[in-house]
Nanobody
C-alpha cells in the first residue's frame, strides 16, 4: 500500500513563498506521475502541476511562472515551490501519485494566503 505524506503548508502573507513536500512510501513500481492538486472551500479539486519520471512538467495557467514542481526520485519525494502567493491560492493542497494503473492521495495540507 502506498502512502503519501504532505508537509509545508501554513499561513503566509500575499507575495510570500511556501514550499510543499510530499514523501511517498510503500510498494511503488514502474514509472510514476506525480501531481499536486488543490481544493478551495466550495470548489472542485483542480490540478495545479504535474511532473513525469522524465521530469516533464505541466502547470495550471493560474500558477505558471509562480509555482515550480520538482521531484527527487532517490527520496520518492515531490516538491511544490510556491512564490508570489495570492489570496486566491488559498486551498488544501493534495499530493497524488499515479503508477502502473494505480493512484494514491495524500491527506492534504492547508495553505492560507492572507494579510
Amino acid at each position: 500500500q502506498v502512502q503519501l505524506v504532505e508537509s509545508g503548508g501554513g499561513l503566509v502573507q500575499p507575495g510570500g513563498s511556501l514550499r510543499l513536500s510530499c514523501a511517498a512510501s510503500g510498494a511503488i513500481f514502474g514509472d510514476t506521475l506525480m501531481r499536486w492538486y488543490r481544493q478551495a472551500p466550495g470548489k472542485q479539486r483542480d490540478l495545479v502541476a504535474s511532473i513525469s519520471v522524465a521530469h516533464t512538467t505541466v502547470y495550471a495557467d493560474s500558477v505558471k511562472g509562480r509555482f515550480t514542481i520538482s521531484r527527487d526520485d532517490g527520496k520518492n519525494t515531490v516538491y511544490l515551490q510556491m512564490n508570489s502567493l495570492k489570496p486566491e491560492d488559498t486551498a488544501v493542497y493534495y499530493c497524488n501519485i499515479y503508477y502502473s494503473g494505480r493512484t494514491a492521495w495524500g491527506q492534504g495540507t492547508q495553505v492560507t494566503v492572507s494579510s
